[in-house]
C-alpha cells in the first residue's frame, strides 16, 4: 500500500527534490540561451522562461537568478527611460555568457544522447544475459 | 498608468524588503532585486482591469509572482517602518543639528574664516550649506510614498555638499583630534566630516526604503551633479584664479602663459584676497579655493615631509596689477563677510589678526579696514592777475578699530603745484608744520610716530607733481585733522585740482568733497561730464560745490579762470623771506617764441587696461609726423598707428622696458625728446639699476614729458623723476605730442630794493613761492643741493630737496633741528575781499592823489 507522499509507487517529495535540481540547472542554460540570441525586455523574458513546459518557476524566482548571472558578468543590463512606468530594463548576455551558453547547450545534449544511448546499452545487456528482465 | 492606494504602496515596500531578505541580498544588489520585483509587479497591474491597484489586487499579484507568497497580517500601525532609535538620533545629529549649530557659530563668529579660511564667504554660500541639515530634516521625515526623483535628487545634493565641506575639513582632522584629545576642543571642525558621512547614511536609507531606487539612483546623480555645479559656480572662478596665480608665481618667463591666463579670465575678489595674504601686511586667512590649494601643507608638515609656506606678498600684488591694470590698494581690502548685519559686524578675530608692516615706510601698502576719510574740504583762491592759485586742502581721517592706525595716501597736485603750508590739529589747536631737508623731516617723523607713537604728520614728494602724506596715529575710535596748503601756477587759465591717486584708507560712498573757490575774477570749476561756473560774491566770485567721492577720486577737476588776457603782464610782489635789498620780486613775460624744429618724439604708449577707454584720445592727438611709437605691453613693441588702433590693453603692463628702449633710441638720435602716455604703474621695477644708468650716463640726454591717463601711483616715475629729465605734460593735445612738451609762459625773474617803478601790479607773495620752486628744482640753478634745499625750507614747500612734518611739542622741534612754522607767516586763503586787493585799490587811489596834487 501506498503512503501518501507516495504516487504510483515512488515518493512525490523525491521527485519534487529531483525537478527541483533539474529546474535550477536547465534554467540557467534557458536564459543564457535566450539573452545569446538577442536583447530582453527583462518582463517579457520573464514571461518567456515561465511560458517554456516543465520550467515550473514562479515568476519572482526569476530575477534573483538575473541578478546573479549580471553579478558573475555573464549577462549586462541596460535601462530605458518609460513613460508609462518605471525605466524598463534589456538584458543581454555577454560574450563570457554567450560562450557558457554554448557549453552548456553542448553539454545538455551529450548528456541527454548518453541517457538515450544508456537505454540501448541496458536492452544490449538484457539480450546478452538471458534471465534478466526485458526492458518492457 | 494605475492608480496606487497608499496602503497598496507601502505594502509592496514591505514584501519587497521582506524578499530581498528572504533571498539573501543586501545592499546595492538588494535595492536591483527590488527594483526588477517592483518593475515586473507594475506591469503586471497595467493588464488588471481595475484602474486603481488596492492592497487586494496587489495580493493577488504577489500570489502569482511569488509561489511562497503569504499575505501579510493586517498592520495596527500604517505608519512606515522607522530606522533604528540610535540611527535616528546620529542621523539628527551629525546630519541636521551639528552641521546647523556650526554654520551658524561660523557665521556669528567667523572663527575657522578668521584661522584656516573663510568657509561661507558669502551668502550663497552660507544657503547652500544650510540645505544640507534642511534637506536632511526633509528626507528624514519623508514618507516612503515620497517621489523618488525629489528624495534622490535632494540626497544627492546634500550628499555632494557636505561631501565637498568635509574634505575642506579632511587636512586638518589630525589637528582636530588631537586638541580634542588634548584639550577637549577642536570638534568644530570634525562635524562637517561627520555630516557628510551622515547624508551618504541618510541618502543610502533613503535609497533602501524607496519603490523605485533606478529613479533614485538617477535622481541622485542629478543631485550630485546640482552640487558640483553649484559650487563650481560659487569657487570655480577662484580656482582658476588660485592655480593660475600659483603658476606664476612659480614660473620665470615674461609674459608667463598663467599671466596670459588670469588676463583672460579671474576672479578680482580671489586676487585681492591673496594679496591680503602672505608675509607681509595683514594675515589673514585665505578663501576655498586658496585653502584647497593650500591645506595639503598641513598634514605634509606633520608628517615632517614640508614646511608651512607663505606666499610672496609683495609678487602677489604685483601679479594683481599684471592681471586687473589696477594697484590692489585703489579696491577695498576683502571683507570678512557681507559688510552688514550681524555677519559683518562682529568680526572679533580679523582685526586682531591684521597688521600693517608698513607704518613709518615709504609705500602706502596695504589699505586698513575701518581707517575713513571722513572729511574732505577744498577751500582755494584765484589770483587772476598773478596767473596761480593756492588752496587748502583738510582731510578728516577717522580710525574705527582697536589699534591706532597711520593713514598713508599719495596727492597729485596742480601742474608744478607744491605743498607749502602743512596743519596738524593737536588736542584741537592747529599746529603748523617745520619745513627742512627731506632727511630731517621723515628722521623726525620716524621716531615722533613709529618709535613714540606721538602725533606727527609728514609730507614729502615723491613723483613729479606728487606728494606723500603720512599721518599717525589716527587713534582707536578717534580722529586725527590735516589741512596741506597748495601753491600751483595757472597753466594757461586752469589749475587742476589735487586729487587722492593712492591711500591706505577707505573713502565711504556717502562722503562729499566740499569745494569753496573764490576769486577777483569769475571762474569755472569743470568735472568730466559736468561743470559750474562762479557768481559775483561782494566785490569777488566764489562758486560753492559738493563733489560726490567718485568724481573726485577718478575725474580730474579743472578751476578755470575766465577772461585771461592772453598776453600776461609783470606783476611785483613784497618777499618777505628776502634780504632787504632784494625784498621786491617782479615777474616779467618772456615773449613766446616758435617752437624750434625738432626731431619727432618717441612716444610710450602704456599697454594697460586703464588706457582702453582712452584710446580714441590718443590717436587723434597723435602728430601726423614720423613719430616711434613704441607699445608698452611688458616688452618695446615698435607698432604703426594701424596696428595701435587694434591693440587690445588688457592688464597692468610693465612700462619698463619700453622706456629703456625709448631712452636709448633717443639717445642714439642725439636726445630727441619722449612723450610717455601712461596709467598708474604700482609695481616696483624690474631692473631699477639699469635705467637708472641710462639716465645717469652719458651726454645726449632725452627728456621725457610724462602723461598720465589714468590716476593711480606710478613706481616707475617715482624712480626717475629725481633724475630731473622727466616733466609733466599737462595735457594730451596734439601739440604736447608733436613737441614732447607742453607749451608753457616762460618768465623772467628780477629782484629790487624798492616797490617805487616797479612795472605791473602787486600780487600775493606766492608769486615768490614760484620764483622758489623753480630755484630749487631748476638743474640749471648754480646753488649746491643744500642751498636749494634751505630755499626750500625757508620759503615752506615741500619739493624734492625739502619736507614738511608736524611735530607735537616744541622739545621735539628742538631736538631734531626744525623750526616750526610761524601761523601768522603761513599762506592762507583769503577772506573776500582778500586784503591784497583792497590794499591794491588803496595803493592805487594813493598814487593817483598824489599824482594829482604834483600836477597841480
Redesign the interface.
Given at each position: 500500500m501506498a503512503t501518501p507522499n507516495t504516487v504510483n509507487g515512488f515518493s512525490r517529495e523525491m521527485f519534487e527534490n529531483w525537478t527541483v535540481q533539474m529546474r535550477k540547472g536547465v534554467l540557467d542554460l534557458c536564459i543564457l540561451k535566450a539573452l545569446s540570441a538577442r536583447e530582453w525586455y527583462?518582463?517579457a523574458l520573464?514571461k518567456a522562461l515561465v511560458a517554456v513546459p516543465g520550467v515550473g518557476?514562479?515568476?519572482?524566482?526569476i530575477?534573483?537568478l538575473?541578478?546573479r548571472l549580471r553579478?558573475q558578468g555573464l549577462v549586462t543590463t541596460r535601462?530605458e527611460e518609460s513613460n508609462?512606468?518605471?525605466?524598463?530594463?534589456y538584458y543581454l548576455a555577454t560574450t563570457e555568457g554567450r560562450a557558457l551558453a554554448e557549453e552548456m547547450e553542448a553539454y545538455f545534449a551529450e548528456m541527454l544522447r548518453g541517457v538515450a544511448g544508456l537505454q540501448a546499452a541496458v536492452n544490449a545487456e538484457a539480450d546478452r544475459l538471458p534471465g534478466t528482465l526485458p526492458t518492457k | 498608468m494605475k492608480n496606487w492606494t497608499t496602503q497598496a504602496e507601502q505594502r509592496l515596500t514591505e514584501y519587497l524588503a521582506e524578499r530581498a531578505t528572504r533571498e539573501g541580498f543586501t545592499g546595492e544588489d538588494a535595492v536591483e532585486l527590488k527594483e526588477d520585483l517592483r518593475r515586473h509587479i507594475h506591469e503586471e497591474s497595467q493588464q488588471l482591469p481595475a484602474e486603481t491597484i488596492s492592497l487586494m489586487q496587489l495580493e493577488q499579484l504577489l500570489g502569482k509572482l511569488d509561489a511562497g507568497y503569504r499575505p501579510a497580517v493586517p498592520a495596527s500601525d500604517s505608519r512606515p517602518a522607522r530606522l533604528p532609535l540610535r540611527w535616528r538620533f546620529w542621523s539628527w545629529t551629525a546630519g541636521v543639528v551639528l552641521p546647523l549649530a556650526v554654520l551658524l557659530f561660523e557665521a556669528i563668529t567667523r572663527f575657522c574664516g578668521g584661522v584656516f579660511f573663510d568657509p561661507v564667504p558669502t551668502w550663497w554660500h552660507i544657503l547652500l550649506v544650510a540645505m544640507v541639515p534642511g534637506l536632511n530634516v526633509w528626507l528624514l521625515r519623508s514618507r516612503p510614498g515620497t517621489p523618488s526623483r525629489w528624495s534622490g535628487l535632494a540626497a544627492g545634493f546634500s550628499l555632494g555638499v557636505s561631501l565637498f565641506y568635509g574634505a575642506l575639513f579632511l587636512p586638518i582632522v589630525h589637528l582636530s583630534l588631537f586638541a580634542l584629545l588634548a584639550f577637549g576642543i577642536g570638534f568644530l571642525s570634525l562635524i562637517p566630516i561627520l555630516a557628510a558621512i551622515q547624508s551618504w547614511w541618510i541618502g543610502r536609507s533613503k535609497l533602501l526604503e524607496t519603490s523605485e531606487p533606478t529613479r533614485f539612483r538617477h535622481a541622485r546623480r542629478w543631485g550630485l551633479a546640482a552640487a558640483g555645479l553649484a559650487l563650481l559656480a560659487l569657487e570655480g572662478p577662484g580656482l582658476w584664479t588660485r592655480v593660475n596665480l600659483q603658476l606664476a608665481l612659480t614660473e620665470h618667463q615674461t609674459p608667463s602663459a598663467a599671466l596670459t591666463r588670469l588676463r583672460w579670465f579671474h576672479s578680482e575678489s580671489s586676487l585681492l584676497k591673496a594679496c591680503y595674504e602672505g608675509n607681509r601686511g595683514t594675515s589673514m586667512a585665505t578663501d576655498i579655493p586658496g585653502w584647497m590649494l593650500r591645506s595639503w601643507q598641513f598634514p605634509a608638515a606633520a608628517l615632517g615631509l614640508n614646511r608651512l609656506q607663505t606666499a610672496d606678498s609683495q609678487r602677489v600684488r604685483e601679479l594683481f596689477f599684471r592681471v586687473t591694470g589696477k594697484p590692489f590698494n585703489s579696491l577695498p581690502p576683502p571683507s570678512t563677510r557681507l559688510g552688514t548685519g550681524m555677519m559683518g559686524r562682529i568680526d572679533p578675530l580679523a582685526e586682531d589678526f591684521e597688521f600693517d608692516s608698513h607704518t613709518g615706510g615709504d609705500s602706502v601698502a596695504v589699505r586698513i579696514k575701518q581707517l575713513d576719510l571722513t572729511e574732505s574740504r577744498f577751500d582755494g583762491h584765484l589770483y587772476g592777475d598773478a596767473r596761480l592759485g593756492y588752496g587748502e586742502w583738510t582731510l578728516v581721517f577717522a580710525n574705527g578699530g582697536r589699534v591706532a592706525r597711520e593713514a598713508r595716501c599719495q596727492i597729485q597736485l596742480p601742474v608744478d603745484g607744491r605743498v607749502s603750508r602743512l596743519t596738524l590739529w593737536v588736542n584741537g589747536e592747529p599746529q603748523e608744520a617745520a619745513f627742512s631737508t627731506v632727511a630731517k623731516v621723515k628722521a623726525a617723523y620716524r621716531e615722533i610716530a613709529v618709535v613714540q607713537q606721538r602725533d606727527p604728520v609728514l609730507v614729502t614728494m615723491v613723483a613729479p607733481d606728487t606728494v606723500m602724506v603720512q599721518c599717525f596715529p589716527v587713534p582707536t575710535a578717534g580722529t586725527m585733522k590735516i589741512r596741506l596748503g597748495i601753491t600751483a601756477p595757472l597753466t594757461g587759465a586752469s589749475w587742476d585740482l589735487p586729487r587722492i591717486i593712492e591711500r591706505n584708507f577707505g573713502i565711504p560712498a556717502t562722503l562729499e568733497h566740499a569745494v569753496w573757490l573764490q576769486g577777483n575774477r569769475s571762474f569755472s570749476l569743470t568735472a568730466e561730464t559736468d561743470s559750474q561756473s562762479s557768481t559775483p560774491d561782494g566785490p569777488a566770485h566764489s562758486l560753492s560745490a559738493a563733489i560726490h567721492r567718485d568724481g573726485f577720486l577718478t575725474d580730474p577737476l579743472v578751476w578755470s579762470a575766465t577772461g585771461l588776457s592772453p598776453t600776461p603782464e609783470s606783476v611785483w610782489c613784497e618777499d618777505s623771506h628776502a634780504t632787504p635789498d632784494e625784498r621786491f620780486l617782479i615777474r616779467e613775460p618772456i615773449a613766446a617764441t616758435p617752437p624750434a624744429a625738432t626731431t619727432p618724439p618717441i612716444v610710450v604708449i602704456d599697454g594697460s587696461a586703464a588706457m582702453a577707454a582712452i584710446k580714441d584720445r590718443i590717436l587723434e592727438a597723435l602728430p601726423a609726423g614720423q613719430s616711434i611709437l613704441l607699445l608698452a605691453d611688458d616688452t618695446a613693441r615698435k607698432i604703426t598707428r594701424e596696428e595701435l588702433s587694434k591693440v587690445r590693453f588688457s592688464g597692468g603692463r610693465d612700462n619698463e622696458p619700453a622706456l629703456r628702449e625709448a631712452i636709448r633710441l633717443a639717445k642714439a638720435a642725439g636726445g630727441g625728446p619722449i612723450v610717455w602716455l601712461h596709467g598708474p604703474q604700482p609695481v616696483p621695477l624690474a631692473q631699477p639699476e639699469a635705467l637708472l644708468q641710462l639716465l645717469e650716463r652719458g651726454s645726449n640726454l632725452p627728456s621725457i614729458g610724462e602723461c598720465a591717463l589714468a590716476p593711480g601711483p606710478n613706481r616707475l616715475m617715482e624712480t626717475i623723476y629725481r633724475s630731473g629729465i622727466l616733466h609733466r605734460l599737462d595735457r594730451l593735445d596734439n601739440g604736447a605730442l608733436s613737441q614732447g612738451r607742453s607749451t608753457r609762459q616762460a618768465w623772467k625773474w628780477r629782484r629790487a630794493a624798492s616797490a617805487d617803478g616797479l612795472p605791473g601790479k602787486q600780487v600775493s607773495d606766492h608769486l615768490a613761492r614760484l620764483w622758489a620752486i623753480e630755484q630749487v628744482e631748476s638743474n640749471h640753478a648754480p646753488d649746491t643741493a643744500a642751498a636749494r634745499s634751505a630755499i626750500g625750507a625757508r620759503y615752506q614747500l615741500v619739493t624734492p630737496l625739502s619736507g614738511a612734518v608736524v611735530l607735537e611739542t616744541r622739545e621735539q622741534y628742538d631736538r631734531h633741528g626744525l623750526t616750526q612754522g610761524d601761523p601768522s607767516a603761513s599762506p592762507q586763503v583769503p577772506p573776500i575781499p582778500e586784503p591784497s586787493s583792497a590794499m591794491l585799490i588803496l595803493i592805487t587811489l594813493t598814487a593817483a592823489l598824489a599824482r594829482r596834487r604834483r600836477a597841480a
Open positions: 527583462g518582463y520573464v518557476v514562479a515568476e519572482g524566482s530575477y534573483p538575473l541578478a553579478r535601462l508609462e512606468g518605471p525605466a524598463r530594463k | -
